[in-house]
């Protein structure tokens, strides 16, 4: 059964959720993976379907669990990992339409953006990550090694010959 987190590490927690621009999300199917969010009455809130951040090969639903990690805004390093409880909010209720409204705000660049919470009622899922226990990182609780994981396979890095039309730069006939 988690415990509820001591005042101080749910100030940690809030803190470093709203000043990040992402969080790292590891749900119960796939290994972590950044995503945008708002810091919303207690909670990580995010929204993913079509046309938003892949939620669904994280194995994010109701009642599930998740590991939440945030980063430090200036350093760029691990600040607190924590465990959440997720909860998905239904289309159209009070929650959700305020949880909405916060996420709207935050959303750039969206193709329909008057149409936005309408689209993502139809197609898109609304979710909480509530603090969930203590903290398994945080400042003065941190592994000793360093945590980096291998990047996940893509054909995105995956070199192929070069175009026939780009120019061949050979070996020593560069200017001195």
């Known amino acids: 059964m988690p415990t509820t987190p001591s005042p101080a590490d749910l100030a940690l927690i809030e803190e470093s959720a709203r000043k990040a621009s992402l969080v790292w999300v590891r749900g ?28 669904d090969d994280l194995g994010l639903a109701d009642g599930t669990t998740a590991l939440v990690t945030c980063r430090s805004k200036d350093k760029g390093v691990r600040l607190a990992v924590w465990p959440a409880r997720v909860t998905e909010l239904a289309p159209g209720s009070d929650a959700w339409q305020e949880t909405a409204a916060e996420l709207r705000g935050k959303r750039l660049n969206a ?53 026939s039309g780009l120019p061949v730069r050979r070996r020593g006939t560069g200017r001195r």
């Open 28 to 55: 119960p199917l796939g290994p972590s993976r950044g995503l945008w969010h708002v810091w919303h009455d207690g909670a990580v809130c995010l929204v993913g379907g079509p046309g938003e951040q892949p939620l």
């Open 111 to 163: 193709p329909d953006a008057a149409e936005l919470a309408d689209r993502w009622a139809r197609t898109c899922r609304v979710l909480r990550l509530e603090p969930d226990g203590e903290p398994e990182q945080r400042p003065g609780a941190m592994p000793a090694g360093s945590c980096a994981a291998p990047p996940l396979p893509t054909p995105a890095v995956t070199r192929g010959p070069l175009p």
